[in-house]
């Protein structure tokens, strides 16, 4: 299905993952967001080393599980495959594109908060051009892998090596500390509404979890350096 999704062309024939210029998103089985990122060597180049291999920090470090990932957006920007187009304001233009797209995954979430591990550089916000979403699991997957026992345990496992990571890297940022939060926060709501469930009580609500207060703003970074534990 990712090579479906690969291959979908607009109403230009364009194939949508052909942008040399663009930003993506990822989303979970409920439809959160949970990342958001952007590329200037083309979006299917990125999006594979994100979903195939572990070529990319997100995913090396355990920030990002892939088997969490159920859909994919894409914003191709275009203008800047024309000949002559200024490097330069194609790389503001993405950072903006990011920063907005980001915002709209913050807005659209509901813990508010995505795993981001580096939050995108504060940009202008601006419209967001034309995008596609794209499933990537069919139904036979998303029974098995979004079963919440399965989601549980292996939301429970990333955190374990995430945590992992945490111990073993020399220098640890304060991104990576805030997306082991988030991530435990996830697994908390998951946990809390298959016990819901099983009871026979209404789900909780993810309010229940104010992720403000246990990590703070999410809108910019406050550091760029590590910390110093």
């Not at 994100?50 to 969490?68: G, K, S």
């Not at 807005?107 to 995108?120: D, G, H, M, T």
């Not at 051009?129 to 892998?145: K, Y």
Request: charged share 25%; hydrophobic share 40%; net charge negative.
């Amino acid at each position: 299905m990712l090579d479906a999704a690969l291959a979908e062309t607009d109403d230009q024939g364009r194939r949508w993952a052909d942008a040399k210029w663009g930003c993506y998103a990822f989303y979970d089985y409920d439809g959160e967001p949970i990342y958001v990122g952007q590329t200037n060597e083309q979006l299917r180049t990125r999006v594979r080393r994100h979903l195939t291999n572990q070529r990319t920090d997100a995913v090396a470090m355990r920030i990002l599980d892939v088997f969490e990932v159920a859909e994919l957006e894409l914003w191709p920007l275009w203008q800047f495959q024309e000949p002559g187009a200024s490097a330069v304001e194609a790389a503001a233009t993405l950072n903006s594109v990011e920063y907005s797209a980001y915002l709209k995954a913050i807005s659209a979430s509901r813990f508010k908060a995505i795993l981001n591990e580096k939050i995108p550089p504060v940009s202008v916000i601006v419209p967001l051009p034309p995008s596609r979403r794209f499933a990537l699991v069919d139904d036979a997957t998303r029974a098995e892998r979004g079963h919440p026992d399965v989601r549980i345990a292996r939301r429970a496992d990333t955190i374990s090596r995430l945590a992992a990571v945490a111990h073993e890297r020399g220098e640890v940022s304060d991104g990576l500390r805030r997306v082991l939060v988030i991530q435990a926060a996830r697994l908390t709501y998951l946990a809390a509404q298959r016990l819901s469930y099983t009871e026979g009580r209404p789900a909780p609500t993810a309010s229940a979890i104010d992720l403000s207060s246990l990590v703070g703003s999410v809108l910019e970074e406050t550091t760029d350096s590590p910390s110093e534990d």
